[in-house]
Nanobody, 123 residues
Framework: QVQLAESGGGSVQPGGSLRLSCVASGNTYNANCMAWFRQAPGKEREGIAAISSDGRTSYGDPAVGRFTISQDNAKNTMYLQMNNLEPEDTAVYYC?????????????????WGQGTQVTVSS
């Protein structure tokens, strides 16, 4: 089992920035791929960014050019730096992990999930 705990959400004005963190614990060797998803009210959960254990990254369309995913293996922590936030970025952001490769945004492929952290972008 892998336990995931997100932090760093909050309220920000349009154009602002936030950095989310996700700390992994337990059998972290099962977390070959870690990712950020988000879910807005009435919408499906969508993949934002992913990072593999060897540091390769991939991004979903909403994140390209604005968000950066990174990890600190010594701290078992993954980050999502979000810049130039827009009201459309308002959602609950989830940290997820899977033992397989980062080759799909399908949420059902991810076995481990955090509780989520709310991000609200509003003026």
């Amino acid at each position: 089992q892998v336990q995931l705990a997100e932090s760093g959400g909050g309220s920000v004005q349009p154009g602002g920035s936030l950095r989310l963190s996700c700390v992994a614990s337990g059998n972290t060797y099962n977390a070959n791929c870690m990712a950020w998803f988000r879910q807005a009210p009435g919408k499906e959960r969508e993949g934002i960014a992913a990072i593999s254990s060897d540091g390769r990254t991939s991004y979903g369309d909403p994140a390209v050019g604005r968000f950066t995913i990174s990890q600190d293996n010594a701290k078992n922590t993954m980050y999502l730096q979000m810049n130039n936030l827009e009201p459309e970025d308002t959602a609950v952001y989830y940290c997820a992990a899977r033992s397989g490769a980062c080759d799909s945004w399908n949420p059902s492929f991810f076995s481990y999930w955090g509780q989520g952290t709310q991000v609200t972008v509003s003026s």
